[in-house]
């Protein structure tokens, strides 16, 4: 496998890491309507927030800048127009304009690139309308899926191969091109690991997979090329750096072993010295400063797995019974001390909650035979809503409800945004796993293995 990455901003690795200020040139039609997109490289995630970076305006609104480390694809756009992406090389400055309402935005530049680099974008859209990239349906066999793949965008490098060569483009345009088509084609064959499937054909991710490039629509890439080896191929931590130490270089590897520290630090198995030792090394070593503000945030994240809650969040996160009874979390863990328990946030709204509560009575089945406490803690904000679905599903016993939702320290210290969230607990009411697996039946072997039975 060779270099895969992803996301808005990076494109070539310049020499060094000092910083760059590209400028923009606003036509004066457009001058109070335009807005830029440019974030840094990584996904929110449960305790990641996805950062803007900074873009200064001049104060008759016709000029932007941008300071950035390398060169950068950013997205631009006007009011009842969808954002375009727009290719930026250090010291650069853009004239944007637009010749009709109905026109996509048109870029140029003074660092003499051709008008078909800063405009690729207007006309892929255009090619991507007539040829629709191949999505994967639940269902559709995986090497059907793949070849789809394989001739579509080799269909769609060979136009463009032919577009650029008419255009003049330069070289390091069309590798970047062709590196932005790669991570696309391993966006497209990861998209299965979206709908659950787990199992793939021999070789299925074999291929010319290299990736310098990074836009706002292909940024999933990078996390599903991590869990593909985490989950599928089943690397431990070690397992992955090395793969990544041996398969990409300089900035690419830089920022995949960042991603790799956040993509691990749900605890599942990790072994904890071993993180916090790779998370201190890329800290000291790595040069961009929004790579290691993001493995700090990975590693205090990380550390979250090892310890209790603290008695301050507990003893001021309120909850409820079905029966409307408030207590607070810390008393109701007092009633489970030496006891392993879960702890499953759900909600009455939350269609995939209610289908792993459907379908998770083998696993509550070897719980309660293993005297493990399984405890639902309800994030809905009516609780007329919640009592009703909690009795029409049959689970009121230790069933409790989150007062004041928006301000609990147990979900601001958890960290809980996307449902259902399951977390395990050891009998010593210390954090196991952030993000344990569903309920299901086909999971009873990973939670005997969590709880050591």
């Known amino acids: 496998?060779?270099?895969?990455?992803?996301?808005?901003?990076?494109?070539?690795?310049?020499?060094?890491?000092?910083?760059?200020?590209?400028?923009?040139?606003?036509?004066?039609?457009?001058?109070?309507?335009?807005?830029f997109r440019a974030k840094n490289k990584f996904l929110p995630n449960d305790f990641y927030t996805e950062k803007e970076l900074t873009i200064d305006r001049s104060g008759d609104g016709k000029y932007y800048s941008l300071t950035i480390f390398e060169a950068v694809v950013i997205l631009v756009g006007i009011p009842q127009s969808e954002f375009q992406e727009v290719y930026?090389?250090?010291?650069?400055?853009?004239?944007?304009?637009?010749?009709?309402p109905d026109d996509y935005l048109q870029f140029n530049g003074k660092n003499k690139i051709t008008d078909s680099q800063y405009n690729y974008y207007s006309e892929e859209r255009r090619w991507q309308k007539e040829?629709?990239?191949?999505?994967y349906k639940s269902g559709t066999d995986l090497s059907e899926h793949k070849e789809a793949v394989n001739k579509w965008i080799e269909k769609k490098r060979i136009y463009f191969h032919n577009f650029f060569n008419e255009k003049t483009a330069t070289e390091d345009f069309k590798s970047f091109f062709d590196a932005k088509n790669d991570c696309e084609y391993t966006f497209c064959l990861l998209l299965?690991?979206?709908?659950?499937?787990?199992?793939?054909?021999?070789?299925?991710?074999?291929g010319n997979i290299r990736g310098d490039y990074n836009s706002r629509l292909l940024m999933a890439a990078s996390p599903l090329y991590i869990k593909w080896f985490r989950d599928i191929q089943k690397y431990d931590l070690a397992e992955m750096k090395k793969h990544i130490d041996q398969h990409f270089t300089g900035d690419t590897k830089e920022y995949l072993l960042s991603l790799m520290l956040g993509i691990y630090a749900d605890g599942d198995q990790v072994d904890s010295g071993e993180?916090?030792?790779?998370?201190?090394?890329?800290a000291r070593k790595f040069v961009r400063s929004d790579y290691v503000d993001y493995i700090e945030e990975a590693k205090n994240y990380f550390k979250k797995s090892l310890v209790q809650i603290p008695d301050s969040v507990l003893i001021n996160s309120h909850i409820e019974t079905v029966d409307f009874d408030s207590l607070t979390f810390h008393s109701l863990l007092d009633q489970y001390k030496g006891k392993p328990f879960i702890l499953d946030f759900w909600a009455s709204w939350c269609g995939p909650c209610i289908n792993d509560i459907r379908k998770s009575a083998e696993i509550k089945e070897f719980l309660s035979q293993n005297d493990i406490a399984y405890i639902y803690i309800s994030i809905d904000q009516s609780r007329d809503k919640w009592a009703t679905t909690s009795i029409e599903l049959g689970i009121t016993d230790l069933q409790f409800r989150i007062k004041d939702l928006s301000n609990s320290p147990l979900i601001d210290y958890l960290k809980v945004g996307l449902i259902?969230?399951?977390?395990?607990?050891?009998?010593?009411?210390?954090?196991i796993n952030l993000h344990g697996k569903s309920p299901l039946e086909e999971h009873l072997e990973y939670y005997k293995e969590i709880f050591g039975k």
């Open 1 to 35: 496998m060779k270099n895969l990455i992803l996301f808005t901003f990076v494109l070539f690795t310049t020499l060094s890491y000092g910083q760059q200020q590209v400028v923009f040139a606003v036509d004066s039609n457009l001058v109070d309507k335009i807005s």
């Open 420 to 431: 259902p969230r399951y977390i395990f607990f050891n009998k010593e009411a210390s954090i």
């Open 275 to 282: 993180f916090l030792k790779y998370a201190d090394s890329f």
């Open 192 to 206: 299965p690991l979206y709908q659950g499937v787990n199992s793939f054909p021999n070789h299925y991710m074999d």
């Open 88 to 100: 930026l090389s250090v010291e650069d400055t853009i004239c944007v304009s637009k010749s009709s």
């Open 131 to 135: 040829n629709q990239a191949p999505f």
